[in-house]
């Protein structure tokens, strides 16, 4: 029996005694396909056997390590660090480190988590409403009776803020005029203080010329007494 490869085309010969009411799978030395060669009374060509498609190699997830308060925690999944960030206990400026990073970095720096902390654009706003209805009423009372309360609120806050400016200015003069009268005092009584210094000091002085004469006397009275004595 002779049959070739579908795949690449080499060419095969077998006895037919020995695929005589029989399937065979015969590996081709070429490309490695598995064909199934049948009888030869069945006019089958051969076929390669299906090749199974290979399974995609499951990924597997990263594991993660956090901060939270001071203290380390994992290893944990995306999805439990997800957790922490919607409870609030994570945040962007929080650390974390997975394998492949050199060291701890902030949870915003690092491409794995930054996605957690993305914050959706705001709505667009609304259409504009419409403005405020008319007062009903046919006379315009009501919107005189608005406009004399509106008045009367802007004369009392311009009172308020005047009679508030005056007793800010009232206070500010008491403090000027408690300043000046203590300026005065100390004035005064450096100058009670000075007067009362050379008053003793001139005191001091006559009391010391005193007894300065008081001695030259005596000595001269001494000298005189002796002098009678002598003649």
């Known amino acids: 029996m002779l049959f070739s490869c579908t795949q690449c085309g080499t060419r095969y010969q077998l006895p037919d ?12 030395t070429q490309c490695s396909a598995v064909l199934v060669v049948r009888d030869p009374t069945s006019r089958t060509e051969a076929r390669p056997e299906p090749r199974p498609e290979p399974r995609p190699e499951a990924r597997e997830e990263p594991a993660w390590f956090v901060a939270v308060n001071g203290q380390q925690r994992g290893p944990m999944s ?3 660090v997800r957790a922490l960030v919607r409870d609030g206990h994570f945040g962007p400026r929080s650390y ?11 949870a915003s720096e ?4 930054k996605g957690l902390f993305v914050v959706p654009p705001p709505l667009p706003p609304g259409p504009p ?3 405020p209805l008319p007062a009903a009423d046919d006379d315009g009372t009501a919107v005189a009776a608005a406009e004399a309360a509106r ?11 005047r009679k508030k400016a005056e007793d800010e200015a009232a206070a500010a003069a008491a403090e000027v005029a408690r300043k000046k ?3 005065e005092a100390a004035a005064a009584a450096a100058e009670a203080a000075r007067k009362k210094a050379e008053h003793d000091a001139a005191v001091e ?26 003649a």
């Open 17 to 28: 005694e020995q695929v005589a009411n029989r399937i065979l799978k015969v590996r081709c």
């Open 78 to 80: 995306l999805d439990e």
């Open 96 to 106: 974390a480190w997975t394998a492949g990073l050199p060291q701890w970095a902030r």
């Open 110 to 113: 690092i491409a794995g988590l």
């Open 129 to 131: 409403g419409p403005p």
């Open 151 to 161: 008045k009367k609120a802007e004369d009392e806050a311009a009172a308020a803020a």
């Open 181 to 183: 009268a203590e300026d």
């Open 205 to 230: 002085a006559a009391r010391k010329k005193a007894e300065h004469d008081a001695a030259l006397a005596a000595a001269a009275e001494a000298a005189r007494k002796k002098a009678e004595h002598d």
